[in-house]
């Protein structure tokens, strides 16, 4: 079956070290790979995506992701976390299905940076 | 630019009552989706449409749940009658037409079943 896997409820980093999110999928084909952030009681808001090109991505607020094909991996990574920065994060992958690809969420990271 | 809009934000019910949810995409979005996000878990495709046309619903408990797009804008999720196990968020997004855009969501509505 194809999926997005996050093996890691939760991730805690001190502010100002830098943090990595894992996240493995498995899917038939050309991958299509988002992250997104969730804030509490609010909906999840893009960060970035790896279509084609270049393995690493950037996207906003200082997050970058790495595509490794060989591993099947797209972990999340940010050089010097903050706070602020403390929320949920999803992996999410565009999975084939009859003739659309459709958005599948992994089950979320809760990421912890103490002060 | 607008965002993506939902309501009510908020609805407690008890079982066997009906709901329903309320979302207004993006302007121009051509595609619409319903996730399900219960609490500690990542959030479940219910349905995706594209303007007026149904994508995917394989999902989705038709037995209770219904939605429909009316003219490919609103879009409404119904329940009836709710289970205690349909307590969860209901999150409305969307997206520019195509496979590989990003997902616009709104801020969700926040449903309990007593």
């Known amino acids: 079956a194809q999926s997005v896997a996050q093996p890691e409820d939760q991730v805690n980093v001190a502010e100002g070290n830098p943090l990595t999110v894992k996240c493995t999928y498995s899917v038939s084909g050309n991958p299509y790979l988002f992250w997104y952030v969730q804030y509490p009681n609010r909906g999840l808001q893009f960060l970035l995506k790896y279509i084609t090109g270049d393995n690493l991505v950037k996207g906003s607020y200082g997050f970058e992701a790495e595509f490794n094909k060989s591993q099947t991996s797209f972990h999340l990574k940010k050089p010097s976390a903050l706070v602020s920065d403390s929320a949920l994060y999803f992996c999410?992958?565009?999975?084939?299905?009859?003739?659309?690809?459709?958005?599948?969420f992994g089950r979320g990271t809760s990421l912890i940076v103490h002060p | 630019e607008a965002g993506v809009a939902q309501s009510p934000r908020y609805k407690i019910i008890e079982k066997r009552q009906s709901v329903a949810f309320w979302c207004n995409p993006i302007s121009g979005h051509a595609t619409l989706y319903w996730y399900q996000q219960i609490l500690g878990q990542g959030p479940k495709l219910l349905i995706q449409?594209?303007?007026?046309?149904?994508?995917?619903d394989s999902q989705l408990p038709k037995d209770r749940f219904s939605a429909e797009r009316l003219k490919g804008v609103d879009s409404t999720l119904k329940i009836q009658p709710a289970k205690l196990e349909d307590s969860a968020v209901y999150l409305c997004?969307?997206?520019?037409?195509?496979?590989?855009?990003?997902?616009?969501f709104g801020e969700g509505s926040r449903l309990t079943v007593l």
């Open positions: 997004a969307s997206s520019l037409i195509g496979d590989t855009g990003e997902l616009f």
């Open positions: 449409f594209q303007n007026n046309g149904v994508v995917d």
């Open positions: 999410a992958v565009r999975v084939a299905s009859g003739g659309s690809y459709i958005p599948t």
